[in-house]
């Protein structure tokens, strides 16, 4: 009998976690438009250049299957795909299980998820090589892939390389940090990047292999940080 009440309980969670998501998601706009979402409106970045975050992910699955994404493509929770409420749509972008260490590449096609302090709502299968699943969510790294993303920065010197540690969407946390490498000797910047995110950077360094040999030692302080190149 108490088997039969947790697992009741677990289905009854399951399905109000999906009828939250499901009506919430009525209304979305596909594309790059804003969009208002239960009273609170949504601005689709036009670039995914530099984009980092760390927050929690959930996935969602078999209640969606088949259904349409807000990109018009038919929902797979099988493909490595996933939904963010401003990504463009098209991005890849790593994964990275922050306890664990496992990464994957999903695509975003979809919006959400629409629930307080969860940033990524992966398919199944991006779940599963995550090794989530029997949680159902995990503290995750966000972070777009391509080329070295370029950094537009006003007075940053063209051709040159940072190393960024950090991107936050409240200024006073981004000059915490900052403040932190300054009284440590680095040299640094903090700028607001054309995502709406502010910038935290360390540099600049005149070569890609001279960031890129410095990377390893800073890594150590700030395991997050990656090389971008100024425009």
């Keep these: 009998m108490n088997r039969l009440i947790i697992v009741c309980c677990l289905v009854a969670a399951l399905l109000a976690g999906c009828a939250q998501r499901q009506a919430s998601y009525k209304g979305g706009k596909a594309g790059s438009k804003p969009y208002t979402i239960a009273g609170k409106t949504y601005y689709p970045l036009q670039s995914a250049h530099s984009f980092v975050e760390e927050g929690i992910a959930s996935w ?7 259904k349409a994404t807000a990109s018009g493509e038919t929902y797979n929770q099988y493909a490595m795909t996933a939904a963010h409420k401003i990504l463009p749509l098209g991005t890849t972008v790593r994964v990275t299980h922050l306890e664990s260490g496992k990464s994957a590449l999903v695509r975003i096609n979809d919006r959400g998820p629409f629930v307080d302090n969860r940033v990524i709502d992966l398919s199944r299968a991006a779940a599963t090589r995550l090794d989530m699943m029997g949680k159902g969510t995990a503290r995750v790294r966000v972070q777009s892939i391509g080329d070295v993303p370029k950094s537009t920065a006003s007075g940053s010197v063209k051709g040159s390389y940072y190393i960024q540690v950090g991107s936050f969407s409240q200024k006073e946390n981004a000059r915490k940090l900052a403040n932190v490498l300054e009284n440590a000797g680095q040299r640094g910047r903090l700028f607001q990047g054309r ?8 540099g600049p360094w005149p070569e890609s292999g001279l960031a890129q040999k410095a990377l390893p030692a800073l890594q150590t302080i700030y395991p997050h940080g990656f090389v971008v190149r100024a425009d």
């Design 195 to 202: 995502n709406k995110m502010w910038i935290v950077q360390i």
């Design 60 to 66: 969602y699955g078999p209640g969606f299957h088949g």
